[in-house]
């Protein structure tokens, strides 16, 4: 997690500064929200790549990963927390894993139990919205929030802009 600097001295004003680091588990429904990797769920952005003016914190890091990681590591990436807050949670997408067997011309007949659940996050066959699945604990919406919440209180105690804190993440297989 990044943050940029918005005072103090005028060297350093708009420089990018490690406000942390965020361990994020494996969800691959997060990761589909957050960079359209391996996942469903409509993605804020694709992967962008390491900022050009990433923190040098970030930059090690992330290199560090990679040279010990070899071949492993894809889809770096950030997000601010303003784009963060505009995603809509609410939207549904289609997601295909849901449909467990179609007939010989393509029409459902058979679906996974999430819908014999009535779960509140389910939409017509196939349709359900971001972190439905598991309802209301999903572990990808626990961690949404966190990375939020954590991004949160950055804004709040540098007292910044939604635009003036990033969350800069990769993957690695």
């Given at each position: 997690?990044?943050?940029?600097?918005?005072?103090?001295?005028?060297?350093?004003?708009?420089?990018?500064?490690?406000?942390?680091?965020?361990?994020?588990?494996?969800?691959?429904?997060l990761f589909s929200v957050l960079a359209g990797v391996r996942g469903d769920a409509p993605a804020i952005s694709q992967p962008r790549g390491v900022p050009k003016d990433a923190s040098s914190a970030f930059r090690g890091f992330a290199k560090q990963i990679s040279e010990e990681l070899p071949?492993?590591?894809?889809?770096?990436?950030?997000?601010?927390?303003?784009?963060?807050?505009?995603?809509?949670?609410?939207q549904e997408f289609y997601d295909d894993s849901l449909v467990t067997?179609?007939?010989?011309?393509?029409?459902?007949?058979?679906?996974?139990?999430?819908?014999?659940?009535?779960l509140p996050n389910s939409g017509p066959v196939g349709r359900r919205?971001?972190?439905?699945?598991?309802?209301?604990?999903?572990?990808?919406?626990?961690?949404?929030?966190?990375?939020?919440?954590?991004?949160?209180?950055?804004?709040?105690?540098?007292?910044?802009?939604n635009e003036d804190v990033r969350f800069c993440f990769f993957f690695y297989a």
């Open positions: 997690m990044e943050r940029r600097n918005n005072g103090g001295s005028a060297a350093w004003l708009g420089e990018w500064f490690c406000a942390g680091e965020l361990y994020v588990e494996r969800d691959y429904e071949g492993a590591v894809h889809s770096h990436s950030w997000l601010t927390l303003a784009e963060l807050l505009a995603y809509d949670l609410g067997e179609r007939d010989a011309e393509g029409r459902i007949v058979d679906t996974t139990d999430a819908f014999n659940k009535n919205k971001v972190f439905s699945l598991g309802a209301p604990n999903h572990w990808g919406r626990e961690q949404w929030d966190m990375i939020i919440n954590e991004m949160k209180l950055v804004r709040d105690h540098w007292e910044l802009t």
